[in-house]
């Protein structure tokens, strides 16, 4: 019980706040990416599927690369991003919830766009006949109707989010309080060999893994 006491569970709530901020971002931008992408026929539309799709198989060590590169202060959008809001991208919190929301974006993204192309299209235009505005009709007639779609792409892109490692690593480094997030910390324990704080760590992550996608599978499993 000792060795439990003096675990500094700091990076672990980081994880947690990391993947909530990320999962929340992600939701709306997602919601309305997808619905738009789901009632447009433009061209370049499988090239844009193509780049949102990217990081589910590209290399978490190559994305980090390139979005270290993209987002350092020497690269034109980090050295404005960080003249305009007097913040730098790199090695701190607020770079990892952007290259965790460009790494996870695939995982939110695919459930509610295969679930908005399920539906009809007689169910949008029985809303407007009726006189619902778009607005409307997203969040009282459509976003019910893909329940199941919504929530496992929240709770994957949650657990996603959680167990990130290469991209973090690229982007946060080990800055304890900024970027050390549970992955960071494991790693680091076991090339310490302290084995028991890797350990309490990879369990904490097991458990919550475990926990979101059994609510997933129960969850879908009552409503089918």
Known sequence: MSELANIDYEPF??????????????????????YFMSQK????????????????????SVLGFYLLIFLSPYSFFGKFIEELFGVRLVFNFTGLVVASCIYSLPFMF?????????????????????GKSKLTTIFRVILPSIRSNLLTAIV????????????????????????????????????????????IYALLMLIISFFVLFIVYFLNSKKA
């Open 13 to 34: 709530w980081l994880s947690l706040k990391l993947s909530f901020i990320t999962t929340f971002i992600l939701f709306f931008f997602c919601v309305a990416l997808a």
């Open 41 to 60: 026929k433009f061209f370049g539309k499988a090239f844009l599927e193509s780049i949102i799709s990217l990081p589910l198989v590209l290399p978490p």
């Open 110 to 130: 695919g459930p509610i766009y295969a679930g908005l192309n399920s539906l009809k299209k007689s169910l949008f235009e029985a809303s407007y006949s009726l």
């Open 156 to 199: 994957v892109s949650f657990a996603h989010t959680m167990g990130e490692f290469g991209v973090v690593l690229m982007i946060g480094g080990s800055v304890a309080g900024e970027s050390k997030v549970a992955s960071i910390a494991i790693f680091e324990a076991v090339e310490m060999l302290d084995y028991t704080k890797a350990h």
